[in-house]
């Protein structure tokens, strides 16, 4: 069975930070693409930042230049920086595996992944 652990989420002030880690069952070096995804309350799920098996990371338009998504293969995690953080990036954010990075106009899609996790709450105030 597939698990991919996220954590890291809680509530900060606009502006702020936080680090998300996700902590997968799976090889990620070489059989996983990784990304993070994002639902916010009344909204769709929403790509945030994806990266490939050959590490190369790819952005949502509304995120870049604020996270940074990461992975230490030895361990087995996927990170997300945030950084200047904003109240409409209030949602709850999963982590995600799968086989391939489907690239949209907008940003990552859900269409290239196959496992996902539980969900870490960020919450964001003005």
């Known amino acids: 069975e597939v698990q991919l652990v996220e954590s890291g989420g809680g509530s900060v002030q606009a502006g702020g930070s936080l680090r998300l880690s996700c902590a997968a069952s799976?090889?990620?070096?070489?059989?996983?693409?990784m990304g993070w995804f994002r639902q916010a309350p009344g909204k769709e799920r929403e790509g945030v930042a994806v990266i490939d098996l050959d590490g190369r990371p790819s952005y949502a338009e509304s995120v870049k230049g604020r996270f940074t998504i990461s992975k230490d293969n030895a361990k087995n995690t996927v990170y997300l920086q945030m950084n200047s953080l904003k109240p409409e990036d209030t949602a709850m954010y999963y982590c995600?595996?799968?086989?391939?990075?489907?690239?949209?106009?907008?940003?990552?899609?859900?269409?290239?992944?196959?496992?996902w996790g539980k969900g870490t709450l960020v919450t964001i105030s003005s």
């Open positions: 995600a595996a799968g086989p391939e990075v489907v690239r949209g106009p907008e940003g990552p899609m859900d269409y290239g992944m196959e496992y």
């Open positions: 799976i090889d990620i070096s070489s059989d996983y693409c």
